[in-house]
T-cell receptor, first 115, second 111 residues
Framework: DVKVTQSSRYLVKRTGEKVFLECVQD?????MFWYRQDPGLGLRLIYF???????EKGDIPEGYSVSREKKERFSLILESASTNQTSMYLC??????????????FGPGTRLTVL | KQEVTQIPAALSVPEGENLVLNCSFT??????LQWFRQDPGKGLTSLLL?????REQTSGRLNASLDKSSGRSTLYIAASQPGDSATYLC??????????FGRGTSLIVHP
């Protein structure tokens, strides 16, 4: 079975802190994604990566950056956390190159609270 | 821009009923459509993936159909159980890496 793991289930940080969210997948997938999920707004894509060291902005990249130094690991970075970044963060991965990527598999999520 | 709508937003049924969840999309030129379930406070679990060339997929008590021409997919759940209670989301991928998600249908199956 594909497994996508996220470093924390719950995280509480203070405004202005630098926050790292880690995601690891064990199926050698090329593509990895970071979403946030908020009530009433659904899932929104922050960033995705289709290869090591490659990244593309999603719908809401402002205030975030990402890093993919190894194929299995995709990190989301909040440079200076703000209260409006309190949310559920979901990581996903999928196989496939170019336009033919397949089924997405999600991690368990990280509930981040910024005070 | 692709828009994905799921109706109804919420559904409450007694145990044992067969039910249908709907997913509509505005652009029929899709690559695939995926159904997920999400339990409260958890991540998404993949249920079924239908490629654009397929009409349906089945897994256990779940059956998903796809009608690209009308921009619709349905998820059929047979003999519903309390353990099926969750939010069900569909995601449509048109031609980029980025799928478009619906807002989901929140299902409660009561004993």
């Amino acid at each position: 079975d594909v497994k996508v793991t996220q470093s924390s289930r719950y995280l509480v940080k203070r405004t202005g802190e630098k926050v790292f969210l880690e995601c690891v997948q064990d199926m050698d997938h090329e593509n990895m994604f970071w979403y946030r999920q908020d009530p009433g707004l659904g899932l929104r894509l922050i960033y995705f990566s289709y290869d090591v060291k490659m990244k593309e902005k999603g719908d809401i990249p402002e205030g975030y950056s990402v890093s993919r130094e190894k194929k299995e690991r995709f990190s989301l970075i909040l440079e200076s956390a703000s209260t409006n970044q309190t949310s559920m963060y979901l990581c996903a991965s999928s196989s496939g190159r170019g336009m033919s990527y397949n089924e997405q598999f999600f991690g368990p999520g990280t509930r981040l609270t910024v005070l | 821009k692709q828009e994905v709508t799921q109706i109804p937003a919420a559904l409450s049924v007694p145990e044992g009923e067969n039910l249908v969840l709907n997913c509509s999309f505005t652009d029929s030129a899709i690559y695939n459509l995926q159904w997920f379930r999400q339990d409260p406070g958890k991540g998404l679990t993949s249920l079924l993936l239908i490629q654009s060339s397929q009409r349906e997929q089945t897994s256990g008590r779940l059956n998903a159909s796809l009608d690209k021409s009308s921009g619709r997919s349905t998820l059929y759940i047979a003999a519903s159980q309390p353990g099926d209670s969750a939010t069900y989301l569909c995601a449509v991928r048109r031609g980029s890496y980025i799928p478009t998600f619906g807002r989901g249908t929140s299902l409660i199956v009561h004993p």
